[in-house]
């Protein structure tokens, strides 16, 4: 999904347009919303003249204009994103590429890795370098979400393999993720096939339903990287909340258990075995007794259950993860506390079944020879097979190539979903019909990004032309020159207003807003891509 390009750190990576098309259409409700996902670049450029140029200070009461001067400063940044409405307007009305500059932290790192020559503001390279870290760092985190939330269908093996790009031959579109021209492409096929009677609209569809067998085979590769309990181990995606560590020690822990069951076991039919006129009673359950139901109840279904009960403890997927963009102080708190909470009690679980294990086998060291390699095999026995179940749920139920079970319509859910039967065709299904409710014309925000000040404006305006008729209260509302300023009065009028100080928090929320020039057609934005 991501690689590598010839570009200095840290917009060194960057994410396919396959994949991003996949994320943003079954990760990202603004997407579903606007149709948008990347900000053009005379749009970025738009945005960094409005925070320069809509900087303003109150001090002592009197409200005084500072003027742009075509860079942005870490206190003009501040000034214009600590606005409550201001974050409001980004997070409705701007891509959610733009969404990670309501983080705190993530702006003040923006001065620090992307202040090139250090004169303490980011000018419009400098800035175009930012908001392409800012794209790909937003898509990281819906990456993060689809990987803990057991997401099947990733867009991968489709178009041309970017591997070893340089920056010479790395388009535009590439750095800014822009997904028009794979929006196209997967809007006309998606097309053709409709016409030529695909029943990728059903809710149950069943036959040979994967037409595209190489994005099966690496998205299915991808999948049992991220989520099987031995490939995850070396193979593992770098922007999985679940590092390899983890999964290491996850994994030592595991084997502890089943080398421990078995050793019990072993312990067990010793003590109960009895010789009776030369014939072998043991007072021990059946399912005990017998190798094959011991192996499957007691080590290898306890352990798939124990490696996704660490899973879901130290990725701690919905309540332990926010997008700090948009969450408020209270939820951001509390999913720090559960993260904490999840790491400590997975922790505990690794060090308590590897130190039982140990304290159970120093204890009964004398019914354990090395010789007795039975122990040992049913350990690893009983691991193998969950390997290759894992393996077997994942062909046969996720990614199931003849038979599939959910919802298809954008933007909704089904409880059928949880099943998870045939989740990549579906998933793969709804990110096509995706596209045919995107529409082609692709709207300028420039435009949208200016009205934001305006419509403050006339808010403001009412106020403070209290008492005067309605009729001069309307002109001056339309944009009527101040005779000294060059200025209307709805434009004095917000400048005027003063800027909503809050403290900042250490993940603040902050946000940054938009610049000069967009049309909104019926009070919104036009879906387009």
């Known amino acids: 999904m991501n690689y590598r390009i010839d570009r200095k750190e840290p917009n060194d990576v960057i994410m396919h347009a396959s994949s991003t098309l996949a994320l943003v259409c079954l990760g990202d409700p603004q997407f579903l919303k606007t149709g948008r996902w990347s900000l053009t670049q005379e749009e970025r450029k738009a945005l960094l003249h409005r925070m320069d140029h809509l900087t303003y ?17 870490k206190e003009d940044f501040i000034n214009f994103c600590a606005d409550d409405d201001h974050r409001r307007w980004v997070l409705e009305e701007l891509p959610s590429c733009a969404h990670g500059l309501a983080c705190t932290a993530l702006m003040s790192q923006a001065f620090e890795h992307f202040d090139s020559n250090h ?46 790009q340089t920056q010479s031959n790395v388009t535009k579109s590439d750095s800014n993720c822009n997904v028009k021209d794979t929006v196209q492409e997967v809007r006309k096929s998606t097309t053709t096939r409709l016409k030529e009677g695909s029943h990728m609209e059903n809710m149950f569809q069943y036959g040979v339903i994967v037409k595209d067998w190489k994005g099966w085979r690496s998205d299915l590769y991808y999948y049992s990287a991220n989520v099987h309990p031995l490939h995850g181990i070396w193979a593992c995606c770098h922007n999985n909340r679940l590092a390899r560590s983890e999964r290491f020690m996850m994994e030592l822990s595991i084997l502890c ?16 075995t009895e010789y009776f006129l030369g014939v072998i009673v043991r007072d021990i359950p059946w399912w005990l007794e017998n190798d094959r139901y011991f192996t499957w109840l007691c080590v290898t279904i306890p352990g798939m259950i124990i ?85 077997a749920l994942m062909v046969g139920v996720y990614f199931n190539p003849f038979v599939a079970l959910g919802s298809t319509k954008p933007g909704t859910t089904s409880i059928v979903d949880l099943l998870g039967i045939g989740q990549w065709s579906m998933e793969k299904s709804k990110v096509e019909l995706t596209t045919l409710i995107l529409q082609d014309k692709e709207v300028d925000l420039r435009t949208t990004i200016n009205s934001h000040g305006a419509r403050k404006s006339m808010s403001n305006v009412e106020e403070l ?49 938009g610049d000069p020039d967009v049309s909104v057609v019926n009070g919104r934005i036009i879906m387009s891509v």
């Open 57 to 73: 200070e109150r001090a002592e009461g009197d409200s005084e204009e500072t003027r742009g001067d075509g860079t942005l400063s």
């Open 257 to 272: 258990y089943c080398f421990w069951m078995a050793h019990e076991r072993h312990r067990l039919i010793d003590e109960h």
């Open 465 to 513: 032309l209290k008492g005067q008729d309605e009729e001069k209260e309307t002109e001056s509302q339309c944009s009527i020159a101040d005779e000294d300023g060059g200025l209307s009065v709805a434009e004095k009028a917000f400048m005027e207003r003063p800027i909503c100080k809050k403290p900042q928090s250490p993940i603040s929320m902050i946000i940054p807003l």
């Open 307 to 391: 490696f996704y009960i660490q899973f879901f403890l130290f990725t701690t997927p919905y309540i332990g993860t926010v997008d700090e963009s948009s969450a408020n102080h209270s939820l951001i708190r509390r999913a720090n506390m559960v993260t904490r909470i999840g790491d400590f009690l997975g922790n505990a679980l690794v060090l308590g079944l590897i130190t039982g294990a140990a304290i159970r086998l120093v204890l009964y060291s004398d019914t354990f020879d090395l010789a007795e390699t039975k122990i040992i095999y049913q350990t690893i026995f009983g691991r193998l097979s969950a390997y290759f179940a894992a393996w």
């Open 119 to 164: 004169d303490k503001v980011l000018d419009e390279k400098e800035w175009d370098l930012f908001m392409d870290f800012v794209s790909q760092l937003r898509l990281r985190y819906l990456q993060q979400m689809a990987l803990v939330t057991f997401r099947a269908y990733f867009g991968r093996g489709q178009g041309v393999c970017h591997s070893g």
